[in-house]
């Protein structure tokens, strides 16, 4: 069964730079599905930020778009998020996401199949 | 751009079944959800896929007890024989050609 995990600095200074990552077991990356990051504000619902494809085609929630990137490591297998500028607004859990293609050619992300755990980020100086 | 709309709360006995209710906007009728169930202090765990005609494709070890229906915008989760560890919130959640929208959750509560 594949398993993803987040990995990634817990604590993070308001207008810096949150770095995540995601090492994915028991399937590559690069061999189909999307890629994705959700996150949690505490006691708050979900809220998706972006999705990558195997092919590394990116898709981002458009309220994020200007501070996300979304990235693949094939070598290590596991795909990585970054996030610009962050304030206080941006504390959450974050999880990282296997989704389904909503597509038989695989042209944009579909439902999420298998979470990670998650990750508590919290911005604060 | 599509909203899903959840009732925030529900509560069914022990044993018993209950029906969760999604509704898509207005104009889509035909488009297919997800149903993921989080269980307090976890991450959320994915439970089906479930298209407008009720067709639906259940996650890895999703027991019977859960099922998918569709009707117009309203899309369905029902589950049957209703277990302590089924206290949980329920996400459903769709896609459209370049977002991801999830609804506001609803806190199931085994009475």
């Known amino acids: 069964q594949v398993q993803l995990q987040e990995s990634g600095p817990r604590l993070v200074k308001p207008s810096e730079t949150l770095f995540l990552t995601c090492a994915v077991s028991s399937y590559s990356i690069s061999s189909g599905y999307y890629w994705g990051w959700i996150r949690q504000s505490p006691g708050k619902g979900l809220e998706w930020i972006g999705s990558?494809?195997?092919?590394?085609?990116?898709f981002y929630n458009p309220s994020l778009n200007s501070r996300v990137t979304i990235s693949g490591d094939t070598s290590k297998n596991e795909f990585s998020l970054k996030m610009t500028s962050v304030t206080a607004a941006d504390t959450a859990v974050y999880f990282c996401?296997?989704?389904?293609?909503?597509?038989?050619?695989?042209?944009?992300?579909?439902?999420?199949?298998?979470w990670g755990q998650g990750a508590l980020v919290t911005v604060s100086s | 751009q599509v909203v899903l709309t959840q009732s925030p709360s529900a509560s069914a006995s022990l044993g018993g079944s209950v029906k969760l209710t999604c509704t898509l906007s207005s104009g889509h009728s035909s488009d297919t959800i997800a149903w993921h169930q989080q269980q307090a202090g976890k991450g959320p765990r994915f439970l089906m896929k479930?298209?407008?005609?009720?067709?639906?494709k259940k996650g890895d070890g999703i027991p019977d007890r859960f099922s998918g229906s569709s009707s117009g915008t309203e899309r369905y989760l029902t589950i049957s024989s209703l277990q302590t560890d089924d206290e949980a919130d329920y996400y459903c959640?769709?896609?459209?050609?370049?977002?991801?929208?999830f609804g506001g959750g609803t806190r199931l509560t085994v009475l």
């Open positions: 996401a296997r989704q389904f293609c909503s597509t038989n050619v695989c042209s944009r992300p579909a439902s999420v199949e298998y």
């Open positions: 990558m494809s195997s092919r590394g085609r990116t």
């Open positions: 959640q769709t896609w459209g050609t370049e977002i991801q929208v």
């Open positions: 479930l298209n407008s005609d009720g067709s639906h």
